[in-house]
């Protein structure tokens, strides 16, 4: 439905225009009035109309003047003549400043009927050429992206300006969309870019802006625009609120700092691009603005993760403290900006670890790749807590279950004195004698629990934690042994190579 504007200097005439004529079976709304050539111009400069009809005879400013500046600002908005039989040298005027067609007092219906039939005609060629335009300018933008030739550029350059009917020191503002799942069907990703590309088209006419669309690749839409029209705040996030009300999808939007000329448009998109890629600490389906980006500390340090604080909690079923301990180790991951490849090798290690605690069998190939997939593929670091914290759940659920079971608790206690006691003197009576069992039967019962022998765990332990205190240079080799429950360093020493592969020394000299 295309928009009509009314001028008239006698508003009975202008409100019989405005209500008795059926517009709307013509596919015409109304999108205001004005009663002299002054008034009107000043709202037809915010409302765009498509068709502007106006009278010729007007004071202050009369149609012919009226059109003329029209043209001017405006040349694709059609233009019809309202006037009387006796001006028709007016008519003459009229048809030299490019109007479409006249009407003559009074009105008749079917010549309203058949120049509006005209008008329309002429709008849809309008849109054609605005669309081919519109597509020119957008390949033509995509094409600066990536451009290295210095001549090219100027090329490209000059004819986006002769299109956009801009100087070439035209400064220009980006806005990147991005849709956050894009890991949809084709077919459902590109319903979504069309979505999206028809929501924003509304936006910015709604806005009076005009703006280049560029699709730089699947669930990416580029908004290019005038740096001096560049939408505030408030209404980024209006815009923002709107698509979350009407999107089926969810949508992060980065809006670029700096303006630059069309010659520097590549560093304006990588620019906004790294402004993009804060959703992976900040959230999704969100504005991200310049100011949030600049000033951020990135470390490549990840700091250490209380695991053994962690396993605990786990291993006493307390989803809370293990739900708290990870939040709060994500939250710096989050403030440093640690980069996503060391968070995902992180918490990959970290579930494995975890299936390793639980005695569970290491996933194989197939269910190794489904673990990095769904790792790699989170969007945001609180999507990657939400998957390891599900772990974490699963394993705690499954411990529950376990504990359930008489000899699962009954393993479950010695592995825990084993935990706590490791760096005394341990023997398998000692521990029957806690446990109330013959030392046979105890041995059988933590081996079908865990798959493990008592002795091979509680080596594991003591290794394990032997290669702790190896990080402290302080601590005499025979010191670690005594610690973790050797009296003999060489027994020790012995054992380590054993399990290690090299002396303790040598371990110490590669942490």
Known sequence: MYSIFLVDDEELELEMMRDYIHWEEMGIYVAGTSTNGRDALEKIEVIQPDIVLTDVQMPMMNGIDLAQKIRERFDWIQLIFL??????????????????????????????????????????????????????????????????????????????????????????????????????????????????SSFLDRFFLGKKLEATFVTYKE??????????????????????????????????????????????????????????????YMGTGRVIYAEDVRGQFYSEQTPPFEKKEWFEAIN????????????????????????????????????????????????DSSKRAELYHSIYNSLTVQEIEAYILGAAAEAISLLSERFMDKNSKLAHRVRTIIDQTFHQPITINSLSDQVYLSPNYLRSIFKDKTGMTIHDYLTKIRLDKSKELLGDGSLKVQDIAQRVGYESTSYFISLFLKNQGVTPNEYRKNI
Not at 103 to 126: F, G, N, Q, Y
């Open 219 to 280: 669930g990416e839409l580029g908004v290019f625009m005038d740096a001096t029209q560049q939408p505030g705040h408030y209404a980024w996030e209006d815009m923002a609120q709107a698509m979350r009300d009407s999107l089926d999808f969810t949508v992060t939007v980065a809006i670029g700092g700096q303006a630059g000329k069309l010659s520097k448009v590549q560093a304006l998109y990588e620019q906004t691009k790294h402004i993009l890629n804060e959703y992976f």
């Open 83 to 196: 006037t009387g039989h006796d001006e028709f040298n007016y008519v003459k005027s009229a048809l030299n400043v490019g109007a479409v067609g006249y009407l003559l007092k009074p009105l008749d219906l079917s010549e309203i009927e058949s120049v509006i039939e005209k008008v329309k005609l002429r709008c849809e060629e309008v849109q054609m050429k605005n669309r081919s335009i519109q597509m020119t300018k957008s390949n033509i933008l995509k094409e600066l992206i990536y451009e290295k030739d210095e001549e090219r550029i100027a090329v490209l350059t000059s004819s986006f300006c002769k299109l956009a009917r801009c100087p070439g020191s035209s400064h220009y503002a980006l806005a990147l969309f991005s849709i956050d799942h894009k890991d949809l069907m084709d077919k459902i990703l590109e319903d979504c870019m069309t979505q999206l």
């Open 316 to 363: 006493q079923l307390d989803f809370e403290q293990t739900a708290r301990l990870l939040h709060e180790y994500c939250a710096k991951l989050i403030t440093l900006r640690i980069n996503k490849k060391q968070i995902c090798d992180w918490a990959i290690d970290l579930i494995g670890e975890l299936l390793e605690q639980l005695h569970e069998p290491v996933p």
